[in-house]
């Protein structure tokens, strides 16, 4: 009876399982890690260390070793994925560089590539115990090779840019980008902590408070392609003083994980900003997810692209002259109720840059406005306070302006009303850039 090797029966049936999770593969299944994490322990398994250990050997290094012994050009695959692996500056140690080799080798299809390579260079191979060794086992390398087959004609679709805590985890963090408008400040505090930036607080009133995206707790990742990864004291500060007035994209690293529990790598890290910070509020992980489930609990709200949207009334509108001041809305919004128009249902979407207001049924678009054209906003005093408006310029496009014109809407209810007069108030006061 053939021998059987434990770690190759166990990775069999991991393969198995990523095989009846659909066609593609992404990093929110759950036979992932522990694939990778198989994977690993084979690459391992009677690694022989040098006699003078200067560094500890990974299988890291046999890949990059295996590179230098290339003297024809074959291997020019493998080196392109050690050169990107190498450069990647979000990664500090020889396992974190090893395990992104693996994840580029399972999106790229190459692993059963590599792997040959690496048998086929005595130099290299001699590192491994043959002993020990699934690669120095006739009997091992074979299945194990079928198994890298398998994976190989299998659709891996994996975020290489969420690769900050391989160092540490298979188990990757949630990673989102947060698209930032350009405004005179982000409002975020941040506490620099073994080398991550940690979002202690968002400052009351700040476009990171209006839009509700980060939270406390969460880790700021990279900033407009800038990785700030092993970051020093006050570098995200240079790195947003240098982009003040222009777009960002932020990517944002949750306390949560994908199951709603704290991100296990992280416990330490946040039980130490704790202790630092007692009035530390983690903040509800405002994501996709979360989004969902406002959108479930509130029938008045619905998601679209991530963002949440109010369903509201659109009374009408009417011209009020040439003066839109926020003065003008209490006796310019009567004038819109005295038409007794009909009112239809609407969807109004608050974006970063503009708002707009489409037909609920029928989807058509109702009006859209670049917040630099709103003059003023507020709430009507009566009956019940869900009634606000804004005033906005008839043609702001043409030198001849007709005037100022008021748009009245009605909310589900007073609370909700509030809030969608302080997201406009706030859209154009942090589009201030664009004027």
Not at 261 to 267: A, D, F, M, N
Not at 351 to 367: A, N, P, W
Not at 376 to 382: E, I, K, Q, T
């Given at each position: 009876m053939a021998p059987k090797d434990p770690l190759l029966g166990t990775l069999k049936v991991c393969v198995l399982n990523l095989q009846s999770g659909g066609e593609t593969v992404t990093d929110t299944n759950p036979h992932l890690a522990s694939c990778c994490e198989l994977l690993e322990l084979v690459l391992r398994k009677g690694l022989q260390q040098p006699v003078i250990r200067l560094v500890h050997r990974d299988y890291w290094q046999c890949f990059e070793q295996l590179t230098h012994q290339d003297a024809c050009g074959r291997l020019s695959a493998l080196s392109l994925a050690v050169e990107q692996t190498r450069v990647c500056r979000k990664l500090l140690s020889a396992q974190g560089r090893g395990r992104y080799?693996?994840?580029?080798?399972?999106?790229?299809?190459?692993?059963?590539?590599?792997?040959?390579?690496?048998?086929?260079?005595?130099?290299?191979?001699?590192?491994?115990?043959?002993?020990?060794?699934?690669?120095?086992?006739?009997?091992?390398?074979?299945?194990?090779?079928?198994l890298l087959l398998v994976l190989s004609h299998m659709e891996f679709k994996l975020d290489m840019e969420n690769c900050s805590f391989l160092d540490e985890s298979w188990l990757l963090p949630v990673c989102e980008t947060y698209e930032v408008v350009p405004c005179r400040e982000v409002g975020m505090v941040l506490r620099y902590l073994n080398g991550r930036v940690f979002v202690l607080d968002l400052m009351h009133g700040s476009q990171a408070d209006v839009d509700k995206f980060i939270c406390p707790g969460d880790i700021i990742d990279e900033i407009n392609g800038t990785s700030l990864r092993n970051s020093k004291n006050g570098q995200a500060g240079v790195v947003l003083s240098r982009l003040k007035g222009c777009p960002l994209s932020i990517v944002v690293l949750r306390w949560r994980a994908q199951d709603g529990?704290?991100?296990?790598?992280?416990?330490k890290l946040l039980r130490a900003l704790r202790l630092e910070n007692p009035t530390l509020q983690l903040g509800p992980a405002y994501s996709h997810q979360s989004a969902t489930k406002n959108q479930r609990s509130s029938p008045s709200q619905c998601l679209k692209e991530g963002r949440i949207v109010y369903m509201v009334e659109f009374l009408g509108k009417t011209n009020i002259g040439m003066f839109g001041g926020k003065e003008v809305l209490q006796y310019a919004i009567p004038q819109v109720l005295e038409k007794n128009l009909p009112s239809k249902e609407v969807l109004?979407?608050?974006?970063?840059?503009?708002?707009?207001?489409?037909?609920?049924?029928?989807?058509?678009?109702?009006?859209?406005?670049?917040?630099?054209?709103?003059?003023?906003?507020?709430?009507?005093?009566?009956?019940?306070?869900?009634?606000?408006?804004?005033?906005?310029?008839?043609?702001?496009?043409?030198?001849q302006s007709t005037g100022f014109c008021c748009v009245a809407l009605k909310a589900s209810n007073i609370k909700e009303c509030e809030e969608i007069v302080c997201r406009i108030a706030t859209g154009f006061k942090h589009t201030e850039w664009f004027v």
């Open positions: 080799l693996l994840r580029l080798a399972l999106s790229r299809k190459a692993l059963p590539q590599f792997i040959t390579h690496l048998l086929h260079t005595p130099r290299i191979l001699e590192w491994y115990s043959p002993a020990m060794s699934i690669l120095r086992n006739e009997e091992f390398v074979e299945p194990f090779m079928s529990t704290v991100y296990r790598p992280l416990i109004l979407d608050m974006k970063e840059t503009h708002l707009t207001c489409t037909d609920r049924s029928s989807k058509v678009e109702v009006f859209e406005h670049h917040y630099p054209e709103i003059s003023c906003v507020g709430r009507f005093g009566r009956p019940n306070y869900t009634i606000f408006a804004f005033c906005v310029a008839d043609s702001p496009e043409t030198p």
